[in-house]
């Protein structure tokens, strides 16, 4: 399965965008140059999380993700110890989700 999800041009060299997956809601940003695209959702308890100095940080309770590989760096992590990072590639200049390729 392939589903393209934003522009790589679009995805902020700070930052996060936000962009729709599959209706939820995922950040999209760099890490050393790389884009990475996580579902914006907290494995605690589903707070909403925002990029501060390569984490992922939490709104409600205080966890952090590492920005790169999505786990959990501190705080409460729920039943899972990562943050939800989609997998992607970039096809023709489009951050694209790819599964079971
Ligand atoms: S919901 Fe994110 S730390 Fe609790």
Partial sequence: ?????CKLADIPGSGAARID?????A??????GQ???????CTHLGGPLELNNGQLVCAWHGARFDAASGDV???PRGTCAHALVVPTRVE???LTYVYGE
């Fill in 21 to 25: 997956f599959f209706g939820r809601e």
């Fill in 27 to 32: 950040l999209v940003y760099k890490v050393g």
């Fill in 92 to 94: 023709d200049g489009v």
């Fill in 35 to 41: 884009p990475r695209t996580v579902v914006n959702t």
């Fill in 73 to 75: 760096v501190s705080g």
């Fill in 1 to 5: 399965m392939k589903a393209p999800l």
